[in-house]
């Protein structure tokens, strides 16, 4: 059987770098104590990485105070951290119809449970939702404002620093969730005016699963919404104040964090916009091998300009299921098919009634061999379908 052709780094990024591998295996191995917990040397040599890695995602999200860069376990972990840490009864949210459910579902339950209302933003025919939406949607009880910043099923980045500006001026938070852009785009929270950012380390920060995170600007507060060991301040009895202890609980995961860690070092040495470039150029290629193929429905790609590495389709007549299966059995190709974890993006589209759509999702070590194998599967399974 020829390798596999992983075309689902939306979902998360395979293989990871040789680097992050050699790293996590070195650190656990020598390094794998609980960090912070207690003053011998290796502790503290383990608490240094974790600090580290604060600083190093600082910098990388262009914040300030690395110890409001908190871990988390995932984007859905630290988005729940958000949600419900920020939002009570009485409170009015807006976000968009381009969420993953790890928006969509914390909100709805606020808004099931809790009295929370929510309103969501449609995108229009090239998927990107319009700022001055929100503005027409702000009202006096309006206390947060969370947007995807590039979505996991259609690849559009969304218009993030404009937002912002409107949040800003109305002094709303804003909060993005970074989960797909983080580690393909810059995610500058000062130059997009985003307060709270929300990100997972396994997608394209090419780290393993099981890590997260959030930063949260000085003068935004989350309540929080669990409680337990901080291994500092032992005897208060409720749970820390302070950042970063305020949103931790128990122990983190170091090994995440150290692969988290070797990930990021690696994108920086390789460069973020070579990357991404990279992908565009495979996406491109992808795009337009898919578009001469009569039988195949794009959604959202006649300008790849401001998407990432994600392109959604469908064999007409086709489940997508079947057709990912197709692609799986008979080519060794992985890709991801459904609705994506995204409902009201397929709502959108339409292609909910037809159970969602293929999605590829490109990543940093997918060649031009992949995408013309991929592109020649996609012909072969629609003229076969055809017959
Ligand atoms: C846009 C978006 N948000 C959030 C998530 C959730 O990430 P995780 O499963 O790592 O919590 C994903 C993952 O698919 C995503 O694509």
């Not at 500058?188 to 985003?194: F, G, K, R, T």
């Not at 578009?291 to 007409?316: A, M, R, W």
């Not at 031009?368 to 020649?376: L, P």
């Amino acid at each position: 059987m020829e390798k596999l052709i992983f075309l689902d780094n939306g979902a998360t990024s395979f293989p990871k770098p040789e680097e992050v591998y050699a790293f996590m295996d070195n650190f656990y191995r020598n390094f794998g104590v609980n960090p912070g917990r207690s003053g011998y040397d290796l502790c503290m040599e383990t608490g240094e990485l974790v600090e580290t890695t604060r600083k190093m995602l600082i910098k990388f999200f262009n914040g300030k105070d690395p110890n409001r860069l908190c871990f988390s376990y995932n984007a859905t972990d630290a988005l729940n951290l958000i949600i419900n840490g920020m939002l009570k009864k009485g409170d009015h949210a807006i976000t968009t119809t381009i969420e993953h459910n790890s928006v969509l579902r914390p909100l709805y339950h606020l808004y099931k449970y809790n009295g929370v209302e929510v309103d969501y933003i449609p995108f229009n025919g090239k998927g990107f939702v319009d700022p001055d939406d929100f503005l027409r949607r702000i009202k006096k009880n309006t206390k947060l404002i969370i947007v995807n910043h590039a979505s996991n099923v259609i690849g559009t980045i969304q218009p993030i620093k404009e937002i912002g500006e409107h949040c800003k001026e109305r002094g709303i938070p804003f909060v993005i969730d970074a989960s797909q852009s983080a580690g393909k785009i810059p995610v500058d929270i000062e130059e997009m005016n985003v307060d709270i950012v929300a990100f997972t380390g396994h997608k394209s920060l090419l780290g393993p699963m099981g890590i997260g995170g959030l930063y949260v600007r000085e003068g935004i507060e989350i309540k929080h919404t669990r409680a337990g060991g901080t291994g500092v301040r032992s005897a208060v009895r409720t749970h820390l104040d302070e950042y970063p202890y305020r949103l931790e609980y128990g122990t983190l995961n170091v090994l995440g964090v150290a692969g988290l860690y070797a990930g990021v070092k690696w994108i920086e040495k390789k460069g973020l916009n070579n990357i991404h470039n990279n992908e565009m150029k495979l996406t491109t290629m992808l795009r337009d091998g898919l578009k001469d193929i009569e039988g195949v429905t794009l959604y959202c790609q006649d300008d790849l300009s401001d998407h990432i590495s994600i392109l959604p389709f469908n064999v007409n007549g086709l489940e997508a299921l079947n057709t990912g299966t197709i692609l799986d059995v008979d080519y060794n190709i992985a890709s991801r098919t459904g609705l994506h974890c995204a409902p009201l993006v397929h709502k959108q589209l339409g292609t909910d009634k037809i159970h969602g759509a293929v999605r590829f999702g490109i990543g940093p070590f997918n060649t031009e061999e992949h995408i013309n194998t991929a592109i020649k599967a996609v012909r072969e399974i629609t003229e076969s379908h055809k017959k």
